[in-house]
């Protein structure tokens, strides 16, 4: 399975929903189901949007856990 820690990197450069979803360019609605770890598939561009304005590496946003 992969884990979604957009959370986790926001609150580490403390940044909001709303300034994130100003700098990357998504709606709020979209990057909450990213946030939420609802979300089904991302595009490379926008993941490189994220990072860019996270200031991170995309480890440090998805990670892999096997299924239990």
């Given at each position: 399975m992969i884990?979604?820690?957009?959370?986790?990197?926001?609150?580490?450069?403390?940044?909001?929903?709303?300034?994130l979803s100003e700098k990357v360019g998504l709606t709020l609605?979209?990057?909450?189901?990213?946030?939420?770890?609802?979300?089904?598939?991302?595009r490379f561009s926008t993941l490189d949007a994220i990072c860019r304005a996270l200031d991170c590496r995309v480890e440090d946003i998805l990670?892999?856990?096997p299924d239990e």
């Open positions: 884990v979604i820690n957009l959370d986790v990197m926001m609150a580490k450069r403390k940044m909001s929903l709303n300034e609605a979209n990057l909450s189901i990213l946030k939420n770890n609802k979300a089904k598939a991302i990670e892999y856990t």
